[in-house]
């Protein structure tokens, strides 16, 4: 069978794998010169980066004196942290360029488009052309950010995540529009490296799909960045004044006075919407709805049925690693497997510090849907392990069903959450109970111990620590 994959991202290269190794004949188009899609290059790979760095740079700043460290002169090399990061980038891109040739996948640098509904046509940069039939498509092109035309976005002073990971200079002030989880990282990098960062959002609060205790949480100790939060205000227009600086307007809800803000960038952090710019979908007669988002059915199969879509391209959460599984899941389906996917059992983490994770749903989602629970809390500042390592920020909360204490939801605001989080989604994979972690011996002195601490709590309100 031939397989033709669209896009490089986590999604697409996953899926030309897992199609390779179940002996599939596979073409993987990208359009760029790089693979990796958005991930790999200007997204979760650079940003951590810069987050890791920054992070490193803001403790030697403030955080080892409490360690009897003592540094005389802290100086940063900004372009020097650039460039690893982009040394990091080429390296992870290198990476999937050997995966591709270890699994004999053809990789073809052009932009696809549908020439019909089993054709591709393949225009590559200096204007050649190709056609590549294909019995099954999986369609990966990921997303774009989103920036409203009033913003004025123009890769230059007003910006998105892509441009605000490759800046030249550190910035003096930077406003952040949205705080959501790129706004949230992108923010903090640069309040870590002196920034003046202020985030404005239209809602009342950060991260509008997690959990609310953990957010908060989140949002104390991003305060203590110095990072300067507006909630409940509308952003009606941006400009750029000369080469310098940039002009925000904004005003509350309700619509009262706008206000006036200054800043050398204005960061766009509003969400993505999918990338499907030149596929010629019509051709294929492949259907998307209101938003530009592919429809797929519970297969992930489009209105093509030789077309399939996965990740940020049909829209739920923009997540990598969702993106993967989906094409996995596509891969195997395509050689008559039987795979699962469980969406609910996503986790989201915002890698910021202290870091934030979730699995499962939060106390509104399950009010809205009249599920009777009870919950369980440990803070962080009462575990030994964070003590020592002065990781006091944060907590753990595990959400079970009232009646039958299977664990319907974990959250985690605190040290190395995005790890932490792993225990708590092979638990719910299996379907355990708040007690069935409770019971679990946990390594002293660790941070996961806070898992078990919020467990007992949830189960028997019997934790030791609390």
């Known amino acids: 069978m031939k397989i033709g994959v669209i896009g490089s991202g986590p999604g697409g290269y996953f899926a030309a794998i897992r199609c390779a190794q179940l002996g599939f004949d596979v073409s993987l188009i990208e359009r760029y010169p790089s693979l990796g899609g958005t991930c790999l290059n200007v997204g979760c790979i650079p940003s951590k980066a810069l987050l890791d760095s920054s992070e ?18 802290v100086r940063l090399d900004f372009n020097k942290m650039m460039q690893r990061k982009q040394e990091v980038v080429t390296q992870n891109t290198k990476g999937i360029q050997y995966l591709m040739k270890k699994n004999k996948i053809k990789v073809i640098h052009a932009l696809a488009s549908f020439a019909g509904s089993r054709e591709l046509l393949l225009t590559k940069d200096d204007g050649s052309s190709e056609k590549l039939l294909f019995d ?15 913003f004025n976005y123009n890769k230059q002073r007003i910006i998105s995540s892509t441009e605000a990971l490759c800046l030249k200079e550190i910035p003096k002030r930077m406003i952040v529009v949205g705080a959501g989880v790129i706004g949230l990282e992108l923010g903090s990098v640069y309040a870590r490296l002196g920034t003046k960062v202020k985030v404005i959002e239209y809602l009342d609060h950060i991260l509008p799909n997690m959990d609310r205790d953990c957010s908060n949480e989140l949002m104390k100790s991003l305060k203590r960045l110095n990072i300067d939060f507006q909630f409940g205000r509308s952003v009606a227009k941006i400009q750029q004044i000369g080469n310098s600086h940039v002009e925000l307007f904004h005003g509350a809800k309700e619509g009262s006075e706008s206000l006036k803000e200054e800043a050398e960038y204005v960061l766009v952090a509003t969400g993505r919407k999918p990338y499907t710019e030149g596929l010629s979908l019509n051709k294929a007669e492949i259907q998307t709805d209101e938003k530009g988002f592919i429809k797929t059915n519970q297969n992930l199969q489009t209105s093509n049925p030789n077309v399939y879509a996965i990740g940020d391209v049909i829209g739920g959460a923009m997540l990598a690693h969702k993106a993967e599984e989906e094409g996995v899941y596509v891969a195997e389906l395509l050689a008559g497997q039987k795979p699962e ?13 202290p870091e934030l994770a979730s699995v499962g749903y939060t106390e509104a989602q399950l009010n809205e849907r009249g599920i009777q629970y009870k919950t369980g809390k440990f803070p962080f500042k009462a575990l030994g392990r964070a003590r020592a390592s002065n990781d006091l920020d944060g907590l753990v909360k595990v959400i079970s069903n009232e009646q039958t204490d299977e664990i319907l939801g974990v959250h985690i605001c605190g040290a190395r959450a995005a790890d932490l989080i792993m225990e708590a989604v092979a638990l719910m994979n299996f379907k355990a109970s708040a007690e069935d972690m409770a019971m679990l011996c946990h390594a002293h002195p660790t941070f996961s111990e806070a898992l078990k601490e919020a467990a007992m709590d949830a189960s028997a309100k019997r934790a030791i620590h609390t």
Do not use: N, R
Request: proline fraction near 7%; include cysteine.
């Open 136 to 150: 099954k498509c999986i369609l990966a092109t990921g997303s774009k950010p989103h920036c409203p035309d009033s």
């Open 56 to 73: 490193h740079f803001h403790q030697l700043q403030t955080g080892f004196d409490i360690h009897g460290i003592l540094v005389d002169e």
């Open 341 to 353: 996917l469980h969406a609910h059992l996503i986790p989201q983490v915002v890698y910021t510090w």
